[in-house]
């Protein structure tokens, strides 16, 4: 990916810096609330020493709208040490020890005897368990890691829950207090651009290590194994960020929350792998490039730098860069997809910064920018719009049955036909901002009930746009607010306009578009009441989207088979009416728990997909095969699955629900671990 950089990046930079100063992120804030919890951190040593705070709240690296919660590290009172020289007696000691099967970034804790400086050797008991060379190490089994008063548990850590907002992760762990010898060389590496500084090492070197129990989810050891974490280095770096750089890394984790979780989950991409690019990137950028005029391309490279890790499926911890923090976690399908989102924010150049509803910083900003974002966001729409016109100028041309570009010329030259015509497209385009604005309004932290009236009202105008697609887009939306009674009323109204005179793009011939016009029917009369066309979603509709539909929107992640004059239709999820119309049909009976007429869906879907001729086959396949797997018919799945391959075998959604349909197989045969 070229680095071009639009001429507006610096002043929407600016405009950006300053809508962050309102949600508490000027620097004026943000130290007050670093000494809040210095001060928070006093007191509580005073009632108990070893604890300290750790993570966003105490590094004041979050907003409201991230709803991070207080991390907090209860060392145990045990010495740790790295050689047996350090050994002191009359405590317990536990040495630090690693082999060639030891993962980076992990390591074991042997005993040490209490009165002689030897390492403890083939010995089982409830504190240790023996290694595979001999040796008497700590067990995560241990009855000193097994805590109560804690509500959950998130990994390693058990969580209190205090209030509705407010929940402190508690992490019991050991100290180690000299710097980890598996870091060294963070230490002595090279720093062409001098940070951070040789005092800061110095300083950060002092503050030693924590060791975590949780293993490597690979290793046949994990639970020997326990995680380094030198968390209070990276607070110390954290704070000394200047205020470009503390403002991009919170915007990282924002775009996180905001575009990616989203679509991979909570699990994928974490708050500790943004702050790991975003140090890494500092440390091999100037001092001069981090400056409020340039956030939103210092927020583009860190998007970069993400993207180029997630593509080789790697990312190296800042103090330890043999330790790939991506494996187990990045593959597969989970790779394909946060390869798409990021590709496409990248392509967006700072645009998506406007649909951003975390805090409102979205909102602000665009109304903060009437230039240039106003402008900027005004097009993305158009693009859109476009798109969208483009599809079902496309569809009407086939619809037509006009294959010569003469003919076409002749039917657009007249001017009853041409209003027509755009009357049509406006009815579609009506379902799409529809569509487009619910989920936007759906994607806010408290869904907008203006927005999403309004989005009703268009959805409404745009009903009428033909037999079928524009009725299912509204059965959706309201499928998607749960609203089931209306949802099923709906469907139940295209099922009774659904005729075996209605034509369908598949089996349409000038044969049957000339029986309409001998009827006297216009083309819009013919398009309003005997046409069902395609439902078509994009992208940005992505809440009004039922969850079986959302991979057919990403089905080209990972791939640059296609031009980029069809990058934004090859990116659309598209079906047949009549298969949708069973589809939804069959979502919402078998929410009512109306089992004979969800039965009766099912069977009619199958019918369609079997005996009719219908497009875009492999979605249709891919919607049965969900729905089987909601009736627990997980073999059928996966015969399904299989053969929609066989239709389409490059960018098929059903590489991803085979996936999970793998995955849900292992865990039904693990007994649901």
């Known amino acids: 990916m070229s680095l071009n950089i639009p001429e507006y990046y610096k002043e929407v930079s600016l405009r950006l810096s300053r809508v962050l100063d309102t949600v508490g992120l000027g620097e004026d804030i943000r130290w007050q609330k670093i000494n809040m919890w210095i001060q928070t951190q006093k007191m509580i040593s005073a009632t108990y020493r070893r604890a300290r705070?750790?993570?966003?709240?105490?590094?004041?690296?979050?907003?409201?709208?991230?709803?991070?919660?207080?991390?907090?590290?209860?060392?145990?009172n045990f010495t740790v040490i790295q050689n047996i020289e350090s050994w002191v007696p009359k405590v317990r000691n536990f040495l630090v020890v690693s082999d060639e099967n030891t993962p980076p970034g992990y390591v074991k804790l042997q005993g040490v005897r209490l009165y002689l400086p030897q390492p403890i050797y083939n010995t089982n008991s409830d504190m240790f368990k023996v290694d595979r060379y001999g040796r008497s190490v700590i067990c995560h089994d241990n009855h000193l890691f097994k805590h109560?008063?804690?509500?959950?548990?998130?990994?390693?850590a058990n969580t209190s829950i205090f209030s509705t907002r407010v929940s402190v992760d508690h992490v019991y762990a050991l100290r180690l207090l000299t710097w980890p010898y598996h870091a060294t060389g963070w230490i002595t590496r090279n720093r062409c651009h001098n940070w951070p500084s040789q005092k800061t090492i110095d300083l950060i070197q002092q503050t030693g290590a924590i060791l975590v129990p949780v293993g490597h989810k690979l290793s046949p050891e994990k639970h020997l194994e326990w995680r380094l974490s030198i968390s209070f280095g990276e607070k110390l770096l954290v704070w000394l960020f200047n205020s470009a750089q503390y403002k991009c890394y919170i915007l990282l984790?924002?775009?996180?929350?905001?575009?990616?979780?989203?679509?991979?989950?909570?699990?994928?991409?974490?708050?500790?792998?943004?702050?790991?690019?975003?140090?890494?990137?500092?440390?091999?950028?100037?001092?001069?490039?981090?400056?409020p005029e340039n956030l939103l391309l210092c927020?583009?490279?860190?998007?970069?730098?993400?993207?180029?890790?997630?593509?080789?499926?790697?990312?190296?911890?800042?103090?330890?860069?043999?330790?790939n923090m991506f494996q187990c976690k990045v593959h597969g399908h989970v790779q394909g997809w946060l390869l798409c989102v990021l590709r496409n924010l990248l392509s967006e150049e700072g645009r998506y910064l406007a649909r951003i509803s975390c805090d409102n910083i979205g909102d602000k900003l665009v109304r903060t920018c009437q230039h240039p974002l106003m402008e900027l966001e005004i097009e993305n729409l158009d693009v859109g719009a476009v798109l969208l016109v483009s599809v079902c100028y496309q569809l009407l041309i086939v619809y037509c049955v006009i294959d010569e570009p003469s003919t076409l010329d002749t039917l657009l030259s007249s001017q009853m036909i041409g209003l027509e015509i755009k009357t049509v497209l406006w009815k579609f385009y009506c379902s799409f901002i529809g569509s487009k604005l619910a989920s936007k309004s759906l994607s806010r932290e408290s869904p907008d009930q203006l927005g999403l009236d309004m989005a009703q009202e268009l959805f409404l105008?745009?009903?009428?746009?033909?037999?079928?697609?524009?009725?299912?887009?509204?059965?959706?939306?309201?499928?998607?607010?749960?609203n089931?009674?209306?949802?099923?009323?709906?469907?139940?109204?295209?099922?009774a306009n659904y005729t075996y005179k209605t034509l369908c793009l598949s089996c349409l011939s000038e044969q049957d578009l000339q029986d309409r016009l001998n009827e006297n029917l216009t083309i819009s009369q013919i398009i309003n009441h005997c046409t069902a066309f395609p439902v078509v979603y994009g992208q940005s509709e992505i809440k009004c989207i039922p969850k079986a539909l959302i991979p057919e929107v990403f089905r080209n992640a990972g791939s640059e088979t296609y031009s980029q004059d069809d990058r934004y239709f090859n990116s659309l999820a598209r079906v047949d009416p009549k298969v949708y119309l069973h589809f939804l049909e069959f979502i919402c009976l078998y929410r009512l728990k109306k089992t004979s007429h969800k039965n009766a869906a099912l069977e009619n879907m199958i019918y369609v997909i079997e005996h009719d001729i219908i497009d875009f086959k492999d979605t249709a396949l891919n919607l049965l095969a969900y729905c089987l797997m909601k009736e627990g018919k997980l073999f059928n799945a996966y015969n399904i699955l299989c053969k929609s391959m066989s239709l389409t075998n490059q960018q098929n959604?059903?590489?991803?629900?085979?996936?999970?349909?793998?995955?849900?197989g292992f865990r039904f045969l693990s007994g649901g671990q």
């Open 461 to 482: 105008w745009g009903s009428s746009s033909d037999v079928a697609s524009g009725k299912l887009k509204l059965a959706a939306f309201y499928l998607v607010l749960d």
């Open 148 to 156: 109560a008063f804690a509500d959950e548990h998130h990994g390693p």
């Open 299 to 323: 927020l583009e490279l860190c998007l970069r730098l993400l993207f180029n890790w997630i593509e080789a499926a790697t990312c190296p911890n800042y103090f330890i860069p043999e330790e």
């Open 253 to 291: 984790k924002v775009i996180n929350k905001s575009f990616i979780k989203p679509i991979v989950g909570n699990e994928v991409l974490s708050s500790y792998h943004c702050k790991t690019c975003i140090l890494y990137l500092i440390e091999s950028t100037p001092t001069a490039l981090w400056q």
């Open 53 to 76: 705070l750790l993570g966003s709240q105490a590094e004041a690296t979050t907003t409201p709208g991230l709803q991070s919660d207080i991390d907090t590290i209860i060392p145990l």
């Open 484 to 495: 089931l009674d209306v949802t099923e009323d709906v469907l139940s109204e295209i099922h």
């Open 653 to 664: 959604a059903a590489k991803w629900q085979i996936a999970t349909l793998i995955n849900a």
